[in-house]
């Protein structure tokens, strides 16, 4: 069959807009990030990083607008060993068609650009890279540069519907940073250690500040040595912190108030939710306290309201005390159900509930018996909500081997307790496996106490991604032992504004072109590896018309 060359052309400008792959690594089409046309990455687009022998010493910028149904991808591929690709920051250099400020804040920065032009990314998806050492120096667009201390392997400056999936984050000032222009952002599956600065309290393994923002299925390591930032600070509204593995830092989780007017203006700002999560206190690990909510910046009308916190397993391997959690001021409320909290000593009363103000409401938790409400005069309420056990064992199948699964015998076991109905909205539905992996969580009524129950299948399974939210590009505030900036500066504003265009073509054509365009769809849908804005020669596409 031949086909007059302009109905060949109207079949073809479909094609034009397909999505493209870009590989790169040993082997492959390109063989540095610096290659790939980052400025001008389309919907559904694909960059394959492949692992190899020598980390990729490069830093970009994303700043494209993918779609729910085409997001924009960049995915590393794991080599023969199981190795994710490694992208170091020191040392790195930039792809010269780039333009970015705030350079200096991380390797892989999203959104904040000239170059391409500045615009609200979204639909972005970031998985399976190994993003490390954000430290020391750098050639950017100013030509030698040097990291500031807070900059992170991925920094979010704004974007909206964001994941980051099966990241390693290691060994830079904030492992993850997210400011208050960013939204309805998921992390899951990684694994984030190593970060924070030596002697400091200001820089943490994650520090973010999004509206609506999800973790999952992460594991978060101890920070650097001598590090002491917490290991996951917050400042987001509709936080949902859920199944992950969180291990040290100056506090587990340190959940405070947002710099942004936007944030606290949204209804899920008055809501916390923090369930299914594992949360480990080594000896010496600086902040007795497991968990602070509320607010640090002094402005206690601006600090969150109310934190649902359950179906945790808390150990600690302090010989001195342990506080479960403290509350910022009277105004804030937590719920604390159905949690597992193990101390070190003999009996408990090295274990506080509460630090002193606020309202604590405790039922379905089992404890050491002769823990005490706080160690101090306390200020605000402790409620006995009923349904707390305590024994000298919760009988976990291995702890010394971090086991942390119910025995058969074990206490807890169908002892847990009805939660509050606000926290309905957050079935426990999965469990941690180690490491950063999930598996179904066995609904039985009542239900186990603490962060497992049966696991109602073999293997394990990866859930959905949730959805992100919104940080900001403010300067927070940081509590704690005391009350310095936190957040970093606020990031530069674009110094020329820089042109581009999307892009794309429509499809239009006569009555012939819809069913031949889909057969030729067919065929090239088979044949992936290709670039889309590339069209196929024209005698190429008549053999495949003619076949």
Request: proline share 5%; net charge neutral; with cysteine.
């Amino acid at each position: 069959m031949n086909l007059p060359r302009a109905a060949l052309l109207v079949l073809l400008q479909p094609l034009a807009a397909q999505a493209a792959d870009y590989r790169v690594g040993p082997d492959q089409q390109y063989t540095r990030l610096g290659d790939v046309p980052w400025e001008s990455l389309e919907p559904g687009d694909t960059v394959f990083v492949h692992a190899r022998p020598t980390p990729y010493a490069e830093k970009w910028v994303l700043g494209r607008r993918g779609t729910a149904a085409a997001p924009i991808t960049v995915r590393g591929v794991k080599d023969a060993q199981g190795n994710l690709p490694v992208i170091v920051g020191e040392n790195a250099t930039t792809r010269t068609q780039l333009n970015y400020w705030g350079e200096e804040r991380g390797i892989l920065k999203i959104g904040g650009s000239n170059q391409p032009a500045d615009t609200m990314p979204a639909h972005l998806v970031v998985e399976n890279l190994h993003l490390r050492r954000a430290r020391g120096a750098f050639t950017g667009r100013n030509g030698a540069s040097t990291y500031l201390d807070n900059a992170a392997a991925i920094f979010i400056e704004k974007g909206e519907h964001i994941t980051i999936r099966g990241c390693v984050l290691e060994d830079s000032g904030n492992g993850l940073f997210i400011a208050n222009q960013a939204s309805n952002v998921t992390v899951e599956h990684s694994h984030l250690l190593g970060n924070g600065n030596s002697g400091s309290i200001l820089e943490h393994n994650a520090y973010t500040e999004a509206l609506g923002i999800t973790y999952q299925f992460n594991r978060f390591g101890p920070l650097c040595a001598g590090c002491q930032g917490n290991n996951l600070k917050d400042r987001s509204a509709g936080s949902v912190i859920r199944y992950n593995w969180i291990e040290g830092g100056n506090r587990q989780l340190d959940l405070v108030d947002s710099s942004s007017g936007t944030l606290r203006a949204a209804p899920s700002y008055a809501r916390t939710f923090v369930y299914g999560n594992v949360l480990l206190e080594p000896e010496g690990a600086g902040n007795r306290q497991i968990v602070h909510f509320g607010g640090d910046s002094g402005t206690t009308a601006n600090y969150r309201g109310t934190l649902y916190f359950f179906h945790n397993t808390v150990v600690s391997s302090r010989t001195d005390r342990t506080t479960l959690l403290r509350l910022s001021h009277q105004d804030q409320t937590a719920h604390v159900t159905n949690n597992v909290v193990l101390v070190a000593a003999a009996h408990g009363n090295t274990l506080s509930l509460t630090d002193a103000a606020g309202t604590l409401r405790h039922g379905g938790n089992w404890y050491k018996p002769g823990y005490v409400s706080t160690f101090g005069t306390l200020t605000g309420a402790v409620v006995d909500a009923g349904g707390n056990l305590t024994g000298a064992d919760p009988g976990f199948i291995d702890l010394a081997g971090q086991d942390f699964r119910l025995a058969t015998s074990s206490a807890p076991r169908s002892q847990a307790v009805a939660l509050p109905a606000e926290a309905s909205s957050e079935p426990v539905t999965r469990q941690y496996v180690k490491h950063t992996a999930s598996e179904p969580r066995t609904q039985v009524s009542p239900a186990h106490i603490g962060a497992y129950g049966d696991a109602s299948a073999p293997g394990t399974e990866t859930p959905d991604a949730g959805t992100p939210t919104d940080a900001g590009t403010g300067t927070p505030t940081d509590a704690g032992t005391g009350t310095p900036a936190d957040a970093g500066t606020t990031p530069q504003q674009p110094d020329d504004e820089g042109s581009g265009s999307s892009g794309g073509c429509a499809a239009s054509g006569a009555s012939l072109a819809g069913p031949l365009a889909f057969a030729l769809l067919g065929v090239l849908g088979r044949r992936r590896k290709r670039d889309a804005r590339r069209i196929l020669p024209l005698r190429r596409v008549a053999r495949m018309l003619k076949a």
